[in-house]
């Protein structure tokens, strides 16, 4: 290929520096939409890759900098003016050129990284993503190194790179600067593929997927920019001869292809970051829904004449687009190929957004025949004004109905006492948490109307601030997800800020878009000495707490009494005890003096159930149920109350062999009355009841199946 020189008679510095700028504008502005989603919007605390994104975006303006001073010696003159007219010659201006090899050097693999850094929060479970970003890091790490020190010391001696007039030797520019594009092509390529295969990994349909994909890859850009950048250089080729083949206007149109490369990075690094953003300007342009579960409540289909579910669906429905897992706790999901096929999400009703179409005036009889007809109906049966779908027999939870005002739901025209079991079942049944049998909807003769009037007394947690320790796994996250569905605003907390971090984003994705809610996570370590200041430090930065959850707890050691060490009943009574005292000492510094308030800690029914090595276990859970009581009388007026759960299935059982899990699980629901292990789910539902009931306090409240009573 041959050389081109560019020349002109005048500065062409713009070409360089105007794309930069504008690309740095750019990116400077995706960053702090980043910024303002996690300070702003999510409360979430400072992580490793905003901080990584942020030194990146610094070293492309420092860049940016010295590429406008650069001008001032002659930057995009030709060489033969800068020769003539300007202070320090052709010296001064290759000085300039080393000082931009040195910052491409830096501020390219720093992009990069921001980028990996992405991509490590956000897909920290898959181990094979964890090395593979490591191990491009690695590469990226030892590139840099090599161009600042073939660039420091691409002459012998080093001043002759920039005064020609010392004797020495030189390596060849042109072929350095191609040679360091080619592996930076292969980088870029690494990094816009790694996500791919954990994207086609989640549960949910292709269109989806491809969505999600599309969102990585217009990261991927940069890779155009590096061919670009190559191509460019093998045309121009600056550096040879002895005027470098007017280098200084040669090497502009190359170099603003490294500049852009740089800025579409740092820009690709916060483009998933920012859709809670683009989700919240959009609307639902970018939303995935199907249907679904989720917390009891239930999505209707209405019935064509032939008696068979139709979807109302039109092909022009919006969606919502979440990345990450989707917990399927407390639902079946299912699958309709009439619905996209969307396999692992939920469906959450807006407007008149969702897959069925318009919910708005949906009305059902007492027969369970729908209608969608978008008028106020006065006929028999259960109307709904707002955005609900209710099926005959079908729950409908406080996170359904939070909002709901007076009128908003009517049963009408009830059979009166004494009716025939054909006429009692046609009533229809409305459910709150809990369903209404038909004797309890008939329960007044003297009328045949019964209004249900939802009203804020009734949703105590709305709007309230939960902290929850132990928060990111097991019953501590089900107290998370169940205090979002009660309205409230959440803050989590462990030692784990890995696991803090994939939690924040899976309760995120369970906010609806329209909500005000807010989630935020704050690590800290509570096995220590330090424990106190930790605690401490948790308060302080979350801001106004109303209630705290405590469910932290270490994997409990099943020691025979024969076996158990000082040191082993030491550090279990550091979680299991010592812990929670010391939340309880920091909180009453900082909760509101109000009934309205409460602490609620975690215990279990080993103190009342004898089981042979849970003797330390069965120690601390008695001590925890004991002191309850006095911390309520030390915290009045705010509320004090531990949970004693049975058998519940949580992580703590994972390191158990499938079939023994599966024999100790049958073992238990053979014999508990219930006929059940318990769940997550079951054992929130507790903690919410404690937080809500302002009448209760200094009570242990048992969710164990009935164990304790067999």
């Not at 010295?66 to 003016?81: K, W």
């Not at 269109?207 to 590096?226: P, R, T, Y």
């Not at 687009?321 to 959450?348: A, C, Y």
């Not at 059902?364 to 008028?375: C, Q, R, Y």
Request: with cysteine; net charge neutral; proline share 4%.
């Amino acid at each position: 290929m041959s050389d081109v020189t560019y020349s002109s008679a005048e500065n062409i510095a713009r070409v360089l520096i105007v794309p930069h700028a504008v690309f740095s504008v750019l990116a400077t502005v995706l960053v702090g939409m980043r910024l303002y989603v996690t300070r702003v919007v999510a409360k979430s605390p400072w992580t490793f890759d905003e901080h990584v994104a942020i030194v990146a975006l610094i070293a492309n303006h420092i860049m940016l900098i010295t590429e406008g001073i650069s001008v001032e010696y002659g930057l995009g003159t030709d060489v033969n003016q800068i020769v003539e007219f300007y202070p320090g010659g052709v010296s001064a201006f290759l000085k300039c050129i080393l000082v931009l090899e040195i910052q491409y050097a830096i501020a390219c693999p720093l992009s990069k990284m921001a980028v990996l850094a992405m991509f490590y929060r956000i897909f920290s479970a898959s181990k094979m993503l964890r090395y593979s970003i490591w191990a491009i890091t690695a590469m990226l790490v030892g590139w840099c190194i090599a161009v600042i020190m073939v660039s420091i010391f691409s002459c012998t001696p080093i001043p002759r790179f920039w005064d020609r007039t010392i004797d020495g030797t030189c390596i060849n520019s042109s072929n350095f600067f191609i040679g360091i594009t080619v592996p930076n092509i292969i980088f870029d390529i690494l990094t816009v593929v790694l996500p791919i295969r954990e994207v086609w990994a989640l549960q949910m349909g292709r269109e989806k997927k491809l969505a999600i994909s599309g969102v990585f890859l217009l990261g991927g850009s940069v890779v155009l920019a590096s061919v670009a950048r190559l191509i460019l250089f093998a045309i121009y080729r600056p550096g040879q001869g002895t005027t470098g083949n007017n280098i200084s206007q040669t090497v502009i149109i190359p170099h603003a292809a490294s500049a852009v490369e740089t800025c579409l990075a740092i820009i690709g690094a916060c483009l998933p970051p920012c859709a809670p953003l683009f989700r919240r300007w959009l609307g639902g342009v970018v939303s995935v829904v199907s249907s679904g579960e989720r917390y009891g409540s239930r999505s209707a289909r209405k019935k064509g004449p032939d008696g068979q579910g139709k979807s109302s669906a039109s092909k022009n429905f919006n969606t919502l687009v979440t990345i990450g897992k989707i917990s399927n706790r407390g639902g079946h999901m299912k699958r309709s190929k009439e619905q996209d096929d969307l396999d692992g999400s939920f469906e959450r009703l807006e407007d008149s957004n969702s897959l069925q179409g318009s919910t708005d005036g949906l009305y059902v009889n007492g027969n369970g025949a729908a209608k969608n007809e978008g008028g106020i109906h006065s006929e028999d049966g259960i109307h709904v004004q707002r955005d609900v779908c209710v099926e005959r027999s079908g729950k409908v939870t406080s996170r359904d109905v939070k909002d709901w005002v007076v009128g908003d739901i009517q049963l009408d025209d009830m059979p009166a006492q004494g009716a025939s079991s054909k006429q009692q079942n046609q009533i229809p049944l409305f459910t709150l948490e809990r369903e209404v049998s038909s004797q309890q909807l008939s329960a007044h003769p003297q009328t045949n109307h019964l209004s249900a009037t939802m009203t804020p007394k009734y949703n105590k947690l709305a709007g309230k601030h939960v902290l929850v320790i132990g928060g990111s796994s097991s019953i501590g996250l089900g107290v998370a997800e169940a205090s979002l569905a009660s309205g409230a605003n959440v803050t989590i907390s462990s030692s784990s800020i890995a696991k803090l971090n994939a939690t924040v984003t899976y309760l995120q994705n369970a906010i609806p878009s329209s909500s005000q809610q807010k989630i935020q996570s704050f690590a800290a370590d509570l096995s220590g000495p330090d424990a106190e200041a930790n605690i401490e430090a948790v308060f302080k930065h979350a801001g106004p707490i109303d209630h705290v959850v405590f469910t932290a707890a270490n994997t409990p050691s099943l020691i025979m009494l024969q076996d158990i060490t000082p040191d082993q009943i030491l550090a279990a009574c550091q979680m299991r005890f010592v812990a929670p005292l010391m939340v309880a000492k920091v909180a009453e510094r900082y909760l509101p003096k109000s009934n309205e308030s409460s602490f609620t800690i975690t215990s279990g029914s080993a103190a009342q159930k004898s089981t042979p090595g849970w003797s330390v276990i069965s120690f601390l859970a008695g001590g925890l149920q004991s002191v309850v009581k006095q911390l309520a009388v030390e915290l009045k007026p705010v509320r004090v109350n531990v949970v004693a759960p049975g058998f519940v299935d949580t992580e703590l059982w994972d390191g158990m062999k499938s079939d023994e899990k599966q024999s100790m699980v049958k073992a238990v629901e053979e014999k508990v009355p219930t006929g059940r292990f318990g769940t997550v789910e079951d054992v929130a539902e507790a903690y919410i009841w404690l937080m809500k009931d302002r009448n209760v306090t200094g009570t242990v409240a048992a969710t164990d199946s009935g164990a304790l009573v067999v």
